[in-house]
Structure formats: C-alpha cells, structure tokens
Nanobody
C-alpha cells in the first residue's frame, strides 16, 4: 500500500511560482509517480510524471514552466511551478502506480494510489 500526502498549494498572482510536495510512503520496488489536476467542470488531466528510473514526461500546457522531481532518500515527489497562469488554477493531486502505468503516464485510471489534493489558485 502506498500513501500520498500533498502540500504546498496556495494562491498566487499570474507569473508567480509555487512548489508542491508529496510525501510518499512507498513499498520497495519501481514505481511511477505523477501529478494530475482537476478544475471545476473540467476533466482531470495529467500534468507531469516521473518513472522510477527518473525519466520525466510533461503535458504540453506546462512544458518549460513546470518541473517534476523526486527525492528517493526523503521519499518525496515535488512539482516546481513557474510562470503560473490563471488556467493553471485547479486541485492538484499526486498519484502512484507500480511499474509503468498501463494506459500511459497521463492515464489516471492506471494509478491506484492518490493523495487528497492541494488547491492552486492563480489570479490574473
């Protein structure tokens, strides 16, 4: 069983930065982790993912602005978000799955473990 707890959300003006963290209690073995977001009335979307061997994948909407990283020694997953835009406003969730997600890195149904979410609000 993997438990995930997000932190670091908040409110910021457009152009600002936030750093999200996800504390992970993880079993041994290779896992893939991702950040997803969901705004009211909008389907959940994948933002960034990182495989156990460190390869990161980003949604086109955040490339060049967001950076996903993991600190295996501290069992934490982070998402550094720069140049934030109002359209980045959403609830952000970290998620985990063993191995590689069967449906691809941004297929939420392939991730059985989820955190409770942290709100990010970007004002114009």
């Amino acid at each position: 069983q993997v438990q995930l707890v997000e932190s670091g959300g908040g409110s910021v003006q457009a152009g600002g930065s936030l750093r999200l963290s996800c504390a992970v209690s993880r079993p041994s073995g290779n896992i893939c982790m991702g950040w997803f977001r969901q705004a009211p009335g909008i389907e959940r979307e994948g933002v960034a993912s990182i495989a156990g061997y460190g390869i990161a994948t980003y949604a086109d909407s955040v490339k060049g602005r967001f950076t996903i990283s993991q600190n295996n020694g501290e069992n934490t997953l982070s998402l550094q978000m720069n140049s934030l835009k109002p359209e980045d406003t959403a609830m952000y969730y970290c998620a985990a799955t063993a191995g590689w997600p069967a449906g691809g890195p941004f297929d939420g149904t392939s991730y059985p473990y989820w955190g409770q979410g942290t709100q990010v609000t970007v004002s114009s």
